[in-house]
């Protein structure tokens, strides 16, 4: 019982576009969202994170983008730079529950091409 | 050091064989994870330690599976008996304090063949 997923397990955008990752999750007890990025042969590195209180977080190129009545979010990347290249997790937790752990999607590869 | 460390980085076992993998959170991080990321899949949550506690192991696949931070600080998941299903990355890592509502960072993870 997948509880967060991502539906796209590849994408690819040219150089300079709009990059646009999508993420929808089913508990509805989630109230926090990050995005991890990973390159090849590293661990994840966090990008942004968002929580239920709002519906946009924004930082430099990236933009987090929830809709909680449709348990979706968004990740969209402007301009997208071939240093974007990678796999993009989506991560949720209950901050109500306790000392809940994140739960992961199974990521979306990201190739952006010059 | 300034982020977490995880050793050994690549370790090939023979099936049957016992494995230690060990973390060094980031210093001062209340919180330590353990994850197994299987090819293809993301990150799935093993156990959870607060400081020396550990508050939830549910993701431990097996009895086979034991993780200890006697102190706090480092941490060691432990595998006996390893098979070839153990085969995966395995990723520690913390945060500054409780898991909830706060970012936790990532080591580089330690890669576990079973041959």
């Known amino acids: 019982d997948q509880q967060v997923k991502q539906n796209s397990p590849s994408l690819s955008v040219q150089e300079g576009r709009i990059s646009i990752l999508n993420c929808d999750y089913t508990n509805s007890m989630f109230d926090y969202f990050l995005w991890y990025k990973k390159y090849p042969a590293e661990g994840p590195t966090f990008l942004i994170s968002?929580?239920?209180?709002?519906d946009k977080n924004e930082d430099g190129r990236f933009t987090v983008f929830l809709n909680k009545s449709a348990k979706h979010l968004s990740l969209h990347i402007v301009p997208s730079q071939p240093g974007d290249s990678a796999v993009y997790f989506c991560?949720?937790?209950?901050?109500?529950?306790?000392?809940?752990?994140?739960?992961f999607g199974k990521g979306t590869r990201l190739s952006v091409i010059a | 050091g300034a982020g977490v460390s995880q050793s050994p980085r690549y370790k090939v076992a023979k099936r049957g064989q016992d494995v230690a993998l060990r973390c060094d959170p980031i210093s001062g991080h209340v919180s330590l994870f353990w994850y197994q990321q299987a090819l293809g899949q993301g990150p799935e949550f093993l156990t959870y330690?607060?400081?020396?506690?550990?508050?939830?192991k549910s993701g431990l696949p097996s009895d086979r599976f034991f993780a200890e931070r006697p102190e706090g600080s480092v941490s060691t998941l432990k595998i006996q008996r390893t098979q070839q299903e153990d085969s995966a990355v395995y990723l520690c890592?913390?945060?500054?304090?409780?898991?909830?509502?706060?970012?936790?960072?990532f080591g580089e993870g330690s890669w576990l063949t079973v041959v």
């Open positions: 330690f607060q400081n020396e506690a550990q508050l939830d």
């Open positions: 991560a949720a937790s209950d901050t109500n529950s306790g000392n809940t752990p994140l739960v």
């Open positions: 968002i929580s239920s209180i709002k």
């Open positions: 890592a913390s945060s500054l304090w409780v898991a909830a509502g706060n970012t936790i960072y």
